[in-house]
C-alpha cells in the first residue's frame, strides 16, 4: 500500500448530552477535494484509456443529465461496478390518514423527491462496506473541534483541526478536574 494516496481519518467527539455515546470519538473522513466532470474526464483519460478527454467529458456529461431523467421517471439505474441510482419519496410528517387517501394528490403529501446512491455490493465489485475498507489505505490524522463564536457581530462556527498526537500530549499536559 506504499503507492497509495492516503485515506485521511479524522475524529469528531460526539457533543449531544442526550447520546448514549456522549463524549466518544467517531471517524470522520477527510474530504481533499470535490473533482469537477472535466477532472474527472481527465483522471480516467490518464489511466490509459484509448478515449480522448473531449469523449469521456462528454460521456459523462450525458450521464448526469440521462441519470436524473430516468430516475425521475421511476427507474433505477445501475451502473455495474459503481452502484444504482433509484428515487425515494420524502412525505409530509404525520402522512395521510385512511380518509384522505379517496383524494389522495401527490403534490399535498410528498415534500420532495430525492435521488439516492446504493453502492454496488458484489464480491468483484464492492465499493464500499468491509470490503472497501481492505482496498484503501487508511492514516489517523486530525481531533475536528467546532465552536461557535461571534465574528463581527455574525455567530460562525469555527473549526480547529489538531493532529491526534498533538491533541493527546496537550490533554495530558492539561490539570485534570
Known amino acids: 500500500m506504499a503507492n497509495k494516496i492516503p485515506l485521511k481519518i479524522n475524529v469528531r467527539k460526539n457533543n449531544n448530552e442526550k447520546s448514549d455515546s456522549y463524549g466518544q470519538y467517531f471517524p470522520l473522513v ?3 477535494t470535490t473533482l ?5 474526464a481527465d483522471h480516467m483519460a490518464k489511466h490509459g484509456s484509448i478515449y480522448t478527454l473531449d469523449v469521456l467529458e462528454g460521456v459523462l456529461r450525458k450521464l ?3 441519470i436524473p431523467e430516468l430516475v425521475g421517471e421511476g427507474n433505477a439505474v445501475k451502473l455495474d461496478g459503481l452502484g444504482t441510482f433509484f428515487p425515494t419519496a420524502e412525505g409530509k ?7 384522505e387517501l379517496a383524494g389522495y394528490n401527490p403534490y399535498d403529501y410528498v415534500e420532495g423527491i430525492h435521488v439516492r446512491f446504493y453502492p454496488d455490493n458484489s464480491k468483484l465489485d464492492a465499493i464500499t462496506s468491509r470490503v472497501f475498507k481492505d482496498q484503501v489505505h487508511m492514516v489517523a490524522n486530525c481531533v475536528v473541534e467546532t465552536e461557535k463564536k461571534a465574528v463581527e457581530g455574525k455567530e460562525k462556527v469555527l473549526t480547529t483541526l489538531t493532529p491526534i498526537a498533538d491533541f493527546v500530549i496537550k490533554k495530558k499536559q492539561q490539570p485534570q478536574p
Open 30 to 32: 477527510e474530504r481533499v
Open 36 to 40: 469537477s466532470t472535466r477532472a474527472l
Open 64 to 66: 448526469a443529465t440521462c
Open 93 to 99: 410528517k404525520g402522512g395521510a390518514s385512511e380518509a
